[in-house]
């Protein structure tokens, strides 16, 4: 476009000052010139292009680990012996980089490195080895995971009271607020969420979900019930007077258990970790992982806050975690054992899941799924 425009300018030009004869040999021959000038410049750009792409970093193949193997579990507080072997003995790195988690931590002397892990949370850690040789760099990775470092402590319970509660519910969330407990429920069809009279297990207030839906945990936040379905990765929120529903959320996972500590929402998914996420857009702000002085504890299922403490039921057992917020270590566990007698084992009782706790009365409830009875506890540790 410019080379038209100048090749215009300079012929008018030359018509005023020289013959016109004169003046067409000088434009054939300007433009001639243009040409030259135009190839020349797509030339020098073709030449760059090439010359970018010839400057362009080689691969490089430096180090790799030899120990750990991805996946070794370590205590917390354990060191961890690195090793790394190169991958050709003629090509020895300028200097190697450890990462764990993002985090520089150290370089490298000869092929070793030793970790530390006391400043480290609980489960995946993924530690990088960056090695550098002019200019150019590779960078070798493995994961690892820590277990806790502390044995939990083992409790039973004592029953205080039995209450009635509905043999057809299925529960899958449970909390106590003034006097009353509410209650969520799965299998589809006959997902709800209640609000159910303490002393006589009479429903007081329902509201179904769709039939698509599988209930599970609830929890209260400002007055309003958050519930979770099972595999629809969609919840909802309900008015806690009117049970009317005033909004919905998402999440890519499934959804197990639901509690609160007064500005985040706590979501189990049936792993081990529990997420912590803004009730608002309900986002992720963070997550633990969740192990004791063995290995993870997953399938946590119905959550409840007390005292500053998660406890977890885990699915399928009779067993509930005590769990740290923020560290994810198991502090103890409570066997539940015999709670349910074999006398009420009747017609279709499943796992042990539903954990409430009255703050005003430091009341303990729980109940399991299909149980025609719920138990006021208390905790003793063995």
Known sequence: MILSVLNSELLRVLKNII???????????????????????????????????????????????????????????????LTLKLQDVKIVP????????????????????????????????????????????????ISIKLKSNIKPKQ???????????DPDAYTQGLFYKDGFLYEGTGQKGSSSIRKVELETGKVLQSINLESKHFGEGIALF???????????????????STFKQVSSFSYPTQGWGLTNNDKELIMSDGSNIIHFMEPANFAELHRIEVFDDNDMVDSLNELELIN???????????????ISPVTGIVKG?????????????KGKVDYLNGVAWDEAGK?????GKLWPKLYQVEIIEK
Not at 69 to 81: D, F
Not at 156 to 165: I, N
Request: aromatic share 10%.
């Open 155 to 165: 409790y039973t319970y004592r029953v205080v009271k039995t209450y009635p509660h």
């Open 308 to 322: 500053g403490d998660i406890f977890a039921n885990i699915y399928t057992t009779d067993r509930m975690a005590i």
């Open 333 to 345: 566990i409570i066997d539940f054992k015999g709670l349910l007698k074999d006398s009420d084992r």
């Open 363 to 367: 009341r303990l409830f729980v109940t």
């Open 94 to 141: 300028d200097s190697v980089v450890i990462f764990c988690n993002s985090n520089k931590v150290g370089k490298l002397v000869g092929l070793n490195y030793t970790l530390r892990t006391s400043d480290l949370s609980l489960g995946t850690q993924v530690i990088r080895a960056t090695a550098y040789k002019d200019g150019l760099y590779q960078t070798a990775s």
């Open 222 to 240: 400002n007055d309003k019930i958050y519930q979770l379905t099972w595999t629809s990765q969609i919840g909802f929120v309900y008015d806690i």
């Open 19 to 81: 013959p016109m004869k004169k003046a067409v040999k000088s434009t054939i021959t300007l433009a001639s010139i243009l040409m030259l000038l135009a190839f020349s410049c797509k030339t020098n750009n073709e030449k760059s292009v090439t010359t970018n792409e010839q400057s362009s970093p080689k691969s490089i193949y430096l180090v790799k680990f030899t120990d750990p193997s991805n996946g070794t579990l370590y205590k917390l507080g354990e060191e961890v012996k």
